[in-house]
């Protein structure tokens, strides 16, 4: 005899973790992600990533501020800039983060820092 059990939220157990998405199904996710996206300025760089993450890097330049901008628009984020520093000097990190299907996406890029002109 078989016995089959269906989650009952009223006795207090949590749900069940999902397991994770295979690799090939998060390249799909981010593939079906820029066809969504076919109107906006495409990223330089993508990486999927095998804890369920996908991340698309914008070129290094002014523009991408812009561009960021109008991909958390789209996805309904926040986009978010924060001064950051590395060997090539002052930069903008700006960055936004949104869950697509159950995939966590974040769209960023490293700004170079404008220098004061008198």
């Given at each position: 005899?078989?016995?089959?059990?269906?989650?009952?939220?009223?006795?207090?157990?949590?749900?069940?973790?999902?397991?994770?998405?295979?690799i090939g199904i998060l390249v799909t996710g981010a593939a079906d992600l820029l066809h969504q996206a076919a109107d906006l300025p495409a990223p330089i760089y993508v990486t999927v990533y095998k804890c369920q993450d996908v991340?698309?890097?914008f070129a290094q330049e002014q523009a991408s501020l812009r561009t960021i901008t109008r991909w958390a628009l789209l996805f309904?984020?926040?986009?978010?800039?924060?001064?950051?520093?590395?060997?090539?000097?002052?930069?903008?990190?700006v960055h936004?983060?949104?869950?697509?299907?159950?995939?966590?996406v974040t769209v960023y890029a490293f700004i170079p820092a404008e220098t004061a002109t008198t």
């Open positions: 005899m078989t016995s089959i059990h269906t989650y009952d939220p009223s006795d207090g157990a949590a749900l069940p973790e999902l397991p994770p998405l295979p991340s698309f890097q309904g984020a926040i986009a978010i800039s924060q001064p950051h520093r590395d060997d090539d000097g002052p930069k903008t990190y936004a983060e949104f869950d697509f299907y159950g995939i966590t």
